[in-house]
């Protein structure tokens, strides 16, 4: 047993350095630029399936390395164990070596690539693969087989996406040898852009920066009935518009918030969810929208201020229904605000201390609106997050915490650059079969003229194909598989693009594959499934947004404002938000009625069209609703 622990102990030191060395690369290459785009490639991806294969433990010490039944270890499989882990991250060496060498090859003359070559890609194919599903399980393991079998046998395939099967040999050389498949705009854009905003939000989670916002939180809300679970989405917005995964931000913040949100009186699938759903709302909350908006920036051209000013105010109704949501089940619950005696109070010191996350924050918008890249402005941040981080955490003043969080960082952005070196192969086989425009063709067959159904269907297929991958994977996938139908809409760019981010994020939280929600599950002691359904219920409004800016462009402000339209929106949104939110609570002031929840319902939807001889009736009734109780208590009062 002592020798087995040497060894794991040598494969996680391994893995340390290699996730150190990634990080490192992502700085320089943020701050420096590129000094060569073969070498970046590879470099990031290779390091990624190092520690990927080498720290993954595929269940040691649960089900794997348990006899079925018995509850003990497996003798004999624990070795072997290691022995695959070390044989994997060794094939990938030699076949990430073998790619760079072909790569550099061809920038000096035409070569031929040889049959064992080929070979190695597909052995490179297979282990990106198999990386993926180790880390993001069968959901994108299922849509990696579907994209490698459809380009080898499209032609089995029925129906619409009927295609015309490829040569193995081609498929090798226009998606492993080249940059339009595997190492394609995805790993591009998260290796130059991405990867420095995953450092800087690692820094501060390790210094304590994090903590001091969560406190932040917790002093402004604590006056408000249900305060704690207010707390936790203001922090997990905060904090979660720097992370780029919605799943890492609930372990992150939610061992903190669940706890504290339980003990104000929620159940444990309700705060579950509500860490789930704020956590998950970070990553279209501007300014860095967990990478989101980066990656839009480059997929779409927009210029990335655009995006964020874009999404800034359906960002707020996201969260201000949040905010109804918990304080709706708070009253319900019986909730009382928290004590004034035991509300957090802010000192001077915690003042000074958060300068560590807003004055980088600050930094960040204004080197954007000088016009430098993202990249830059993300390494000046970074910059001064760990220089303020030293200065003000004097916990993080130690050469063991700074490795810690440099290595923690590149374990992050070792998960992020496997995903998206699967999601190079889905573009690479989109590209060379055109499935775009089939999925496109059998949407707009589905729906026929209807702009409605069309986005019906679109929002279903984003759901599907985010499910189980980060925010800003899920974009890109969908991004690359749906473009042609979003083109198809008719709609300006950035809000066909803003619709399927929203549902991309989303998916998250969406039964039956809601990640965010399972990993908050566990710290909350509920049941993963009930945890999802109530992150739903609790996000609800988040599947309206997208429809709102929609038939309401005003509110993303950039495509121009109509003034009547704007104001509309505003409150046609804030009475539709109350009354959805009091229909699925079944409280306003009071227990309601099975009659009036219906009403609520239904007229928070209608209130929404586009159709004003059907939005201004439902207003009325839904500001009848919401005031008659109010009025009600204030007339009791008087008398």
Not at 218 to 232: I, K, N
Not at 246 to 269: D, E, H, L, M, Q
Not at 526 to 551: C, D, H, K, N, S
Not at 593 to 604: G, H, K
């Amino acid at each position: 047993m002592g020798g087995r622990n040497r060894i794991d102990a040598a494969m996680a030191r391994i893995a340390d350095l290699a996730a150190a060395a990634l990080s490192v690369l992502a700085f320089y290459v943020a701050g420096f630029g590129v000094f060569d785009n073969s070498m970046v490639s590879a470099g990031t991806v290779t390091l990624a399936l190092l520690i990927g294969f080498l720290t993954h433990r595929g269940g040691e010490g649960e089900g794997e390395d348990r006899d079925e039944g018995a509850g003990t270890p497996s003798p004999g499989r624990r070795p072997l164990h290691f022995l695959l882990r070390a044989a994997l991250a060794g094939v990938s060496l030699w076949v990430m070596w073998v790619w760079l060498d072909v790569m550099l090859a061809q920038e000096e003359f035409f070569i031929e690539i040889e049959t064992w070559q080929h070979v190695l890609a597909w052995i490179g194919f297979a282990l990106v693969g198999y990386a993926a599903y180790l880390f993001f399980g069968w959901p994108m393991l299922a849509v990696y087989v579907f994209m490698v079998a459809y380009v080898l046998f499209g032609d089995w395939f029925p129906g619409v996406l009927r295609g015309s099967s490829e040569d193995w040999v081609r498929v090798a050389e226009n998606i492993w040898y080249s940059t339009d498949g595997v190492f394609g705009r995805p790993v591009e854009v998260v290796s130059r852009i991405v990867l420095i905003f995953i450092i800087f939000g690692a820094i501060l989670q390790a210094s304590g920066a994090g903590a001091t916002l969560l406190k932040f939180a917790f002093a402004v809300t604590g006056r408000f009935t249900g305060g704690p679970a207010h707390a936790s989405i203001v922090g997990s917005a905060m904090f979660g518009t720097m992370n780029g995964a919605a799943v890492a931000n609930v372990v992150s913040t939610g061992v903190f918030t669940i706890p504290i949100i339980k003990r104000a009186g929620y159940s444990p699938a309700l705060a579950g969810a509500i860490e789930a759903a704020a956590s998950t709302g970070g990553q279209i909350m501007p300014p860095v929208m967990g990478v989101v908006a980066f990656l839009m920036a480059d997929v779409t051209g927009i210029p990335y201020l655009q995006i964020v000013v874009a999404a800034l105010i359906p960002a707020l109704f996201y969260y201000a229904s949040l905010f109804t949501v918990a304080l709706l089940e708070a009253r319900k619950a019986g909730m009382r605000p928290v004590p004034e005696n035991e509300r957090e109070v802010l000192t001077r010191r915690d003042w000074i201390r958060s300068l560590a996350f807003f004055v980088p924050l600050a930094l960040i918008v204004g080197v954007l609106l000088t016009g430098r890249t993202p990249q830059k402005a993300g390494y000046l941040a970074t910059i001064v997050a760990f220089v303020l981080s030293l200065a003000l955490y004097p916990e993080y003043r130690s050469l063991r915490k700074i490795l810690e969080s440099i290595v923690a960082a590149g374990r992050t952005c070792a998960t992020l650059m496997l995903i998206v070196a699967a999601i190079g192969l889905v573009l690479g086989v989109v590209n060379m079969t055109g499935v775009g425009l089939k999925f496109a063709q059998a949407i707009l067959a589905a729906s026929g003229d209807g702009l409605f159904l069309s986005l019906i269907f679109v929002m279903l297929g984003c759901l599907a194909l985010g499910m189980g991958v980060p925010s800003g994977a899920a974009y890109l996938i969908i991004a690359i598989v749906m473009g042609p139908a979003l083109q198809q809409l008719g709609l300006p760019t950035l809000t066909a693009h803003l619709f399927v981010v929203y549902f991309g994020v989303l998916s998250a939280i969406t039964p039956p594959v809601a990640l965010a929600a399972f990993a908050a599950a566990p710290i909350a002691g509920a049941r993963p499934m009930e945890t999802g359904v109530q992150a739903l219920r609790l996000a609800i409004a988040g599947f309206i947004i997208p429809f709102v800016f929609v038939y309401h462009p005003s509110i993303l402000i950039v495509l121009g404002v109509d003034p009547p339209d704007f104001v509309w929106s505003l409150v046609a949104f804030g009475l539709s938000t109350w009354s959805l939110s009091s229909a699925l609570t079944g409280y306003d002031t009071a227990a309601l009625p099975a009659w009036e929840r219906v009403v609520r319902a239904v007229a928070a939807l209608l209130v929404l069209v586009p159709a004003m001889d059907l939005a201004l009736p439902a207003a009325l009734v839904a500001a009848t609703l919401i005031a008659r109780p109010r009025l009600r208590g204030r007339t009791a009062t008087t008398h």
